[in-house]
Structure formats: structure tokens, C-alpha cells
């Protein structure tokens, strides 16, 4: 079985710019996450979906980030425009309902 | 979800068990306790979790005390590739409680 897919794994763009990362959850899995890491920390939740539906966004800085689950499957998380303090691994993780949460790879964006 | 300590770093000899230890001592009758570990580089890996009983799969054992307010993750025969940042989670199995709340965890180092 696939586990979480994620796009790019790496990503250097300059501050200002906009960047996108993507996610495929594991087939059949209809909560997705999206997490940032900071460097030395643990990861903490950005936002959550079940299915199409936005249902956790609290801690996602809605001036600039903003993210999209449409069709309930694939999720895009976008930065726009990105700042210095952007810099930081994105993860994605799925989980069918409540149940354990899988993670993907992540992206790592560095922001000059 | 309630908070949980866990000791900064900890050494194990390869081949030997490795036993982390974490205290949730404000844990509710309905949280269970995760650990998820990740490898430099790497999304957060899914270990095992556990409510009341010992578990025990094919990459751990979860050791959970009567009372639940700590528990010990156990790699009885650790390997170099187990060096990871191991974290302890608890949290409930609902919708309110579905997300992972992360701390600092314990940075595993297995020597040769």
C-alpha cells in the first residue's frame, strides 16, 4: 500500500515568491493533515480536513497561507507571498476518521 | 490533550534494548498514548499505541504502568538505524481530540 505522497521534498525560493506543496493521502483515507516543523521542534498541526471540509484551521496564518482539498482526495497548501520565517518542513498526514495518523516525507522550504 | 515528559537525549548500544521512557500524569480516562518516531530527514513514523494494556507489534513494545500517568517504549534489540528523535503522544480518540499535539521527544542515539 502507498503511503502519503508529497511534492516537492525541497523547495528554495526568495521571499515574496509564492510556493505550493502538494499531498496524496493514502487511498481511502478522508482526514488530512497538514503540519509544519520547525527546525529543532516538533511538527504542529496547520490545518485539518475531513473530506472537503476545512474543519481545524486555527493555527494556519490566513494572510498569506491558505489550502485547498477539492474532490476530498489531494490537498495543495500555498504561501503567498512567502517570508523569511516560512522556512520550515511541511508534512502531510491521512488518517481514515479518527484513527492513527500516517505521515508523508515532507517538504523542505527554504526562503532567502 | 494532556502534556507529556520525556528525557532530551538518551545512548543504547547496538543490540541492546532501548527503553524510553514518558510521563503523562494529567492523562484522562480516555486518551491513549502514541509514540511515532522520525529519522533525520524524515516524516514522523507510526510506532504503536496503547490505552490500558502492554501492546507489543512487530517494532516495539508499549508498557503502559496501572495508574496510566507513564509508560516506557521498548526497541528490545536496537539497531543504528533506529537513531531517531522518539515521540510520546497522548491524546483521545475523537473528533474534538484528532490531532497530535508534539513535544520536544527523546533524541535516540544507538552507537556500535
Known amino acids: 500500500e502507498a503511503g502519503v505522497v508529497q511534492s516537492p521534498r525541497y523547495k528554495i525560493i526568495e521571499k515574496k515568491q509564492p510556493v505550493a506543496f502538494w499531498c496524496n493521502p493514502i487511498s481511502g483515507h478522508n482526514t488530512l493533515y497538514w503540519y509544519r516543523q520547525n527546525l529543532g521542534q516538533g511538527p504542529e498541526l496547520l490545518i485539518r480536513y475531513e473530506n472537503e471540509e476545512a474543519v481545524d484551521d486555527s493555527q494556519l496564518p490566513k494572510d498569506r497561507f491558505s489550502a485547498e482539498r477539492l474532490k476530498g482526495v489531494d490537498s495543495t497548501l500555498k504561501i503567498q507571498p512567502a517570508e523569511l520565517g516560512d522556512s520550515a518542513v511541511y508534512l502531510c498526514?491521512?488518517?481514515?476518521?479518527?484513527?492513527?495518523?500516517?505521515f508523508g516525507p515532507g517538504t523542505r522550504l527554504l526562503v532567502l | 490533550d494532556a502534556k507529556t515528559t520525556q528525557p532530551p537525549s538518551m545512548d543504547c548500544a547496538e543490540g541492546r534494548a532501548a527503553n524510553l521512557p514518558c510521563n503523562h500524569s494529567?492523562?484522562?480516562?480516555?486518551?491513549?498514548v502514541y509514540w511515532y518516531r522520525q529519522i533525520h530527514s524524515q516524516g514522523p513514523q507510526y510506532i504503536i499505541h496503547?490505552?490500558?494494556n502492554n501492546e507489543t507489534n512487530e517494532m516495539a513494545s508499549l508498557i503502559i504502568t496501572e495508574d496510566r500517568k507513564s509508560s516506557t517504549l521498548i526497541l528490545p534489540h536496537a539497531t543504528l538505524r533506529d537513531t531517531a528523535v522518539y515521540y510520546c503522544?497522548?491524546?483521545?480518540?475523537?473528533?474534538?481530540?484528532?490531532?497530535?499535539?508534539f513535544g520536544g521527544g527523546t533524541r535516540l542515539m544507538v552507537k556500535p
Open positions: 494529567t492523562i484522562s480516562g480516555n486518551e491513549y
Open positions: 498526514a491521512s488518517s481514515h476518521r479518527v484513527e492513527t495518523q500516517y
Open positions: 496503547g490505552l490500558k
Open positions: 503522544i497522548v491524546r483521545a480518540m475523537n473528533n474534538a481530540g484528532n490531532m497530535l499535539t
